[in-house]
């Protein structure tokens, strides 16, 4: 390859590294704007926390939407890395369920507006691509089907569909954790955490019931 080429290629390959740091680097300053202003934050006050001209800030991104994209994507990385543990549980049914749903509503109470951004964003449209917010849950409940799904094989059950309930509980602890962390009521983080749980395994149990399968919610699961 001539000498040329190689030196174009070489500038080319540390611009691309170089622009995708900065955009990194801009999207965490996006997470930090949102956390200060609210799900309202504007341009101009993510360009002040990234300490650029908001000129400067689109040299990286293709406008708005574009932006809005960048901090979606980083957003459901968080999530899912934050939940991560949850899908190699341990322990009773309860302490399960127990860990999931502590999860969630900590990572909620802790990133309450960029929740509401994203839920924002989403519903108008200006993130032009998959809704954060759903794919988070939807990751969620695909994972939670899975482990659905093994622990019921091991228990001879074979004949439940268990992807709607996985979405549906999914939901339903989404939509109470979201009430909550905008008005708790005096509920302590503790009493939601059991609360939710026992809701959750409510569900869970009928369905070994019909099974006639007895399982003390307090003793660990077979593995």
């Known amino acids: 390859m001539p ?6 290629d070489g500038r080319a390959a540390r611009w691309s590294g170089q622009h995708e740091r900065r955009r990194d680097q801009f999207v965490e300053a996006a997470l930090l704007a949102i956390a200060e ?10 360009a002040q926390r990234a300490g650029v001209a908001r000129t400067r800030l689109y040299k990286h991104f293709d406008g708005a939407a574009d932006l809005n994209r960048a901090i979606a994507a980083r957003a459901v ?9 949850v899908w190699n549980p ?23 507006n960029l929740y509401h951004y994203l839920t924002k964003h989403s519903a ?54 979201v009430r909550w962390a905008e008005h708790p009521a005096g509920v302590t983080l503790d009493q939601m955490v059991d609360q939710l749980s026992r809701a959750i395994w409510a569900v869970i149990n009928e369905i070994l019931e019909r099974h006639d399968i007895s399982l003390d919610p307090a003793d660990p699961l077979p593995l």
């Open 124 to 177: 108008s449209g200006t993130t032009e691509g998959p809704d954060a917010v759903a794919d988070v849950k939807s990751s969620i409940a695909q994972r939670l089907t899975a482990l659905f799904g093994s622990y019921l094989a091991l228990l001879g059950i074979e004949d439940v569909r268990v992807e709607p309930l996985a979405y549906g509980l999914v939901g339903y602890v989404d939509a109470a954790a």
């Open 37 to 46: 202003h609210g799900p309202a934050v504007s341009t101009d006050q993510i």
């Open 90 to 112: 341990q322990g009773s049914p309860l302490e399960m369920i127990g860990t999931a749903v502590a999860t969630h509503l900590r990572w909620l109470r802790e990133h309450t």
């Open 77 to 85: 990385e968080l999530v899912i890395a934050e939940l991560e543990p």
């Open 3 to 8: 000498r040329e080429r190689v030196a174009v």
